[in-house]
């Protein structure tokens, strides 16, 4: 697990991680919502980056195929309770993904923890769910700054937020009979 550790791959999700204050300051502080969200745009549009690194350098890690989706969560889950606190977005909406992100991870460090589970990778729905929730979060709050044009962020939040949440939960929905394998093969 901690062998190769210190991988260029996980120095960028380090850096993607330790820009999560910088968001919260540009939000809270600053009081600057398109900051803050083309901060977070910016962390969603990188994501991919540390897996493209990790494969192409050939420094794929078991600490990292760890670490990133941890972080991924991280940031994902504070910026929408930071977003939800700011009232920038709509509760329901957040609160749906809130439920299913944390529903998700729960599952997943239970069945690996308890249960000896293998990891198994991200589906690419699961990849394009998180991909257009990663738009429609900072949409909803760029939506509510005041730079010019900000309710056409609001019609593309939600262009892209209501099918990755429905996607989101049909990939949750997928993962548990793929879990329910794995943990029989693990336990076997």
Do not use: H
């Not at 099918?163 to 929905?173: D, E, Q, V």
Request: overall charge neutral; hydrophobic content about 55%.
């Amino acid at each position: 697990m901690w062998s190769g550790i210190w991988t260029i791959p996980n120095a960028v999700t380090l850096v993607r991680l330790l820009c999560l204050p910088i968001f919260l300051w540009l939000l809270f502080d600053q009081e600057n919502r398109a900051g803050a969200a083309l901060m977070l745009g910016a962390l969603g549009a990188t994501d991919w980056i540390d897996g493209y690194l990790a494969r192409r350098l050939g420094q794929v890690s078991e600490f990292g195929k760890v670490f990133d989706p941890t972080v991924d969560r991280l940031l994902f889950i504070v910026a929408l309770t930071a977003i939800i606190i700011d009232g920038s977005i709509p509760l329901w909406f957040a609160i749906a993904i809130l439920v299913r992100e944390v529903g998700v991870g729960a599952m997943m460090v239970i069945a690996t923890v308890l249960f000896n589970m293998p990891r198994f990778d991200v589906t690419f729905a699961g990849k394009t769910a998180t991909f257009l929730l990663m738009f429609a979060v900072p949409g909803f709050l760029m939506g509510n700054s005041d730079i010019a044009g900000a309710d056409l962020f609001t019609v593309a939040a939600w262009i892209l937020g209501i099918p990755g949440l429905a996607l989101s939960y049909w990939t949750a929905g997928a993962y548990v009979p793929k879990v329910r394998e794995a943990i029989r093969s693990g336990s076997s």
